[in-house]
């Protein structure tokens, strides 16, 4: 079977892109930062103004929502690599360019207003923060799916409903009703892009089923969150595990299995031996995450009980 090009994909998806821009604009709620920022708690700090430096009695909120709300915004904070990318493989036209501005817009939203909460409410430490944002900026973000539209789609499909999840989970942990308004409306933003990429993955297993099925299979055997370049990634990831903000049940439970069950991949008829192949390995893939979700729930209620039993 011939593959389509980029171009071919571009050409054949731009329907089905431009209805789920009118959708996603139909859906979209307007709003604003501002509104979900506690302004009067605030303080001036330390530094040309004069004011008092931030100090761990400033935060009330549990260390670990602490751990993942920087985590949360250090991935926000990597648009710049996110838009290049998508950018670069979308094109300026049409509604193709039209949904990666308007994407960029919202996603900048999220940075900016998470960004607020932790100043105002001294949650986390300014300086520590911004000297984060730094490294991981600098580093910039790319995964192995740059150069693939497929791949890209699928990964984005994935990872939405992932930083979805992970916000979600994060505003619940913090205790701050506050923050968790405000996560909860990020939230809701980062549902929407996933059906939006969800869908136009949906459309290109019509239009190149056994390309697009080769593509899901290789995202899903190599899924990082994109937040695996920030410092420390790997300690952080698994305290936010953890805690039950994001771990492997969640992953093939609430990311994997749906986003692939949207897509009817199992059902999928009239495959060559290539996509045939290809769905097999997702098969395999979710025996595998089954596996690996199960293990970690045992060591994460083991390790419950010793620190009960200590306690
Ligand atoms: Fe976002
Ligand atoms: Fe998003």
Same mark, same amino acid.
């Given at each position: 079977?011939?593959?389509?090009?980029?171009?071919?994909?571009?050409?054949?998806?731009?329907?089905?892109?431009?209805?789920?821009?009118?959708?996603?604009?139909?859906?979209?709620?307007?709003?604003?930062?501002?509104?979900?920022?506690?302004?009067?708690?605030?303080?001036?700090?330390?530094?040309?103004? &004069?004011?008092?430096?931030?100090?761990?009695?400033?935060?009330?909120? /549990?260390?670990?929502?602490?751990?993942?709300?920087?985590?949360?915004?250090?991935?926000?904070?990597?648009?710049?690599?996110?838009?290049?990318?998508?950018?670069?493989?979308? &094109? /300026?036209?049409?509604?193709?360019? #039209?949904?990666?501005?308007?994407?960029?817009?919202?996603?900048?939203?999220?940075?900016?207003?998470?960004?607020?909460?932790?100043?105002?409410?001294?949650?986390?430490?300014?300086?520590?923060?911004?000297?984060?944002?730094?490294?991981?900026?600098? $580093?910039?973000?790319?995964?192995?799916?740059? =150069? =693939?539209?497929?791949?890209?789609?699928?990964?984005?499909?994935?990872?939405?409903?992932?930083?979805?999840?992970?916000?979600?989970? #994060?505003?619940?942990?913090? *205790?701050? /009703?506050?923050?968790?308004?405000?996560?909860?409306?990020?939230?809701?933003?980062?549902?929407?892009?996933?059906?939006?990429?969800?869908?136009?993955? &949906?459309?290109?297993?019509?239009?190149?089923?056994?390309? #697009?099925?080769?593509?899901?299979?290789?995202?899903?055997?190599?899924?990082?969150?994109?937040?695996?370049?920030?410092? *420390?990634?790997?300690?952080?990831?698994?305290?936010?595990?953890?805690?039950?903000?994001?771990?492997?049940?969640?992953?093939?439970?609430?990311?994997?299995?749906?986003?692939?069950?949207?897509?009817?991949?199992?059902?999928?008829?009239?495959?060559?031996?290539?996509?045939?192949?290809?769905?097999?390995?997702?098969?395999?893939?979710?025996?595998?995450?089954?596996?690996?979700?199960?293990?970690?729930?045992?060591?994460?209620?083991?390790? $419950?009980?010793?620190?009960?039993?200590? $306690?």
């Amino acid at each position: 079977m011939t593959e389509l090009s980029q171009t071919a994909l571009l050409h054949e998806l731009e329907p089905v892109v431009a209805k789920n821009l009118d959708r996603h604009l139909s859906m979209a709620k307007e709003w604003f930062p501002h509104e979900y920022v506690p302004w009067s708690e605030g303080r001036t700090f330390d530094g040309p103004l &004069g004011g008092e430096a931030w100090s761990e009695r400033d935060s009330t909120l /549990p260390e670990v929502a602490r751990t993942a709300l920087i985590v949360n915004l250090l991935t926000e904070d990597n648009l710049p690599s996110y838009h290049h990318q998508i950018a670069s493989l979308f &094109g /300026p036209d049409g509604a193709w360019g #039209t949904w990666v501005g308007r994407w960029t817009a919202e996603e900048g939203r999220h940075g900016t207003a998470i960004r607020d909460y932790l100043t105002v409410t001294r949650a986390v430490d300014p300086v520590a923060l911004e000297r984060a944002r730094m490294v991981h900026m600098t $580093a910039g973000y790319s995964n192995s799916h740059d =150069s =693939s539209m497929l791949r890209s789609l699928a990964y984005v499909s994935f990872q939405e409903l992932a930083t979805r999840i992970s916000h979600r989970n #994060t505003g619940r942990i913090t *205790g701050d /009703p506050v923050c968790e308004a405000l996560l909860s409306r990020v939230a809701a933003d980062e549902n929407l892009h996933m059906v939006f990429y969800r869908n136009l993955l &949906g459309a290109a297993l019509e239009v190149a089923p056994d390309q #697009t099925m080769r593509a899901i299979a290789e995202v899903l055997e190599d899924f990082q969150m994109p937040g695996v370049g920030i410092e *420390g990634f790997a300690r952080k990831s698994v305290t936010i595990a953890l805690a039950g903000i994001y771990d492997l049940r969640q992953h093939r439970d609430d990311v994997v299995a749906p986003v692939l069950r949207q897509w009817d991949v199992f059902n999928v008829a009239g495959l060559g031996a290539e996509g045939e192949a290809a769905r097999d390995r997702i098969a395999a893939h979710l025996d595998g995450l089954e596996q690996a979700a199960s293990r970690f729930e045992e060591k994460r209620d083991a390790r $419950a009980a010793k620190l009960a039993a200590r $306690a």
